[in-house]
């Protein structure tokens, strides 16, 4: 079994930044794919961006070019760094581990774009 633990959302200006982690522990030895993705009220979960184990990434469009995303395979440790937020950005995010049998998500941390 896959844990993660989720860390670095917040309240923040719009143009401002914050750095999200996820750490795994567990079960991890065929994670193959982390990611970030969010939901803000009354809409559906979407992928933000992933990271696979060889360090293909993959960005939402209206990310692309503000947020980005890294993996310290040795750590299990993904890194979503956010800059230039917009209120759009405001939901809760959610940090998403692929194994070969399996997928874990964590239990998910706020973030706030606002004024």
């Known amino acids: 079994q896959v844990r993660l633990v989720e860390s670095g959302g917040g309240l923040v200006q719009p143009g401002g930044s914050l750095r999200l982690s996820c750490v795994a522990s567990g079960s991890i030895s065929t994670i193959y794919r982390m990611g970030w993705y969010r939901q803000a009220p009354g809409k559906q979960r979407e992928m933000v961006a992933t990271v696979g184990i060889s360090g293909t990434t993959n960005y939402a469009d209206s990310v692309r070019g503000r947020f980005t995303i890294s993996s310290d395979n040795a750590k299990n440790t993904a890194i979503l760094q956010m800059n230039n937020l917009k209120p759009e950005d405001t939901a809760v995010y959610y940090c998403?581990?692929?194994?070969?049998?399996?997928?874990?998500w964590g239990q998910g941390t706020q973030v706030t774009v606002s004024s």
């Open positions: 998403k581990v692929d194994k070969l049998t399996s997928t874990t």
